[in-house]
């Protein structure tokens, strides 16, 4: 059943869920405002256009949200480009599952961040679409991300594999009906009940196989 596998960024191929706490905290610093208490869970799979209308409304900062983006994005760019922080195994991975799959990726990220990640990854010929939630009405949880990624692979969803980590994430894979991998943030871990509507949970990346994707239509115990 399986005919397409998509990925998700942050914290599938990337150690970047921190980075992205500490672009946004820092911000908020430069603006003179106070971070959220449930700051860094709210806003986990939310767009930019979201998650800077979040910080606008409860972070007591005074500026628009594009100036928000900006500088949270040219800080985050700046710690890639000094330092990708690739997961293990995280090019193998894709290479592998790219092998016998059309790869698309659904990210949270904007676009200027996906493209640059690609490209420093040299993963950028390898995904036959890419999207951020930028680029539909609703970031995660909500399924738009994958239903439209699935839709300019041509595929249907429900013949799709997402790849995931976070339980925003999970939510909105299992909500565009797609079967779903979990490799769970170890930073921010999804809680239990989320975790246990996955199709598979692995440990790690190096476990993300063929066989795991094709053992995911047929779910089996975490792995």
Not at 21 to 43: E, I, L
Not at 138 to 155: I, N, Q
Not at 185 to 209: G, I, Y
């Amino acid at each position: 059943m399986i005919e397409s596998v998509v990925f998700d960024l942050d914290g599938v191929l990337l150690d970047s869920e921190p980075l992205w706490d500490r672009a946004r905290r820092d911000t908020v610093d430069q603006f003179g405002g106070h971070w959220p208490p449930s700051g860094t869970a709210d806003m986990q799979g939310m767009s930019s256009n979201e998650w800077a209308e979040y910080l606008q409304e409860n972070a007591g900062i005074d500026v628009t949200p594009k100036e928000v983006i900006d500088a949270v994005v040219d800080r985050l760019l700046g710690y890639y480009r000094a330092n990708l922080p690739l997961l293990p195994g995280a090019p193998a991975a894709v290479r592998r599952i790219a092998a016998a799959w059309p790869l698309g990726l659904a990210s949270s990220s904007n676009r200027p961040v996906i493209d640059t990640v690609l490209e420093l990854a040299g993963l950028a010929d390898l995904f036959q679409v890419t999207l951020s939630s930028d680029e539909v009405p609703h970031g995660k949880p909500a399924p738009d991300v994958y239903f439209e990624t699935a839709r300019r692979l041509s595929v249907r969803p429900s013949h799709c594999a997402a790849v995931e980590d976070s339980a925003n994430g999970i939510r909105a894979a299992k909500a565009a009906g797609m079967r779903v991998l979990v490799i769970p943030n170890p930073h921010f871990p999804p809680s239990p009940d989320v975790l246990e509507t996955a199709d598979l949970v692995l440990a790690e990346l190096d476990k993300l196989t063929v066989d795991a994707v094709r053992r995911a239509d047929a779910p089996s115990p975490t792995t």
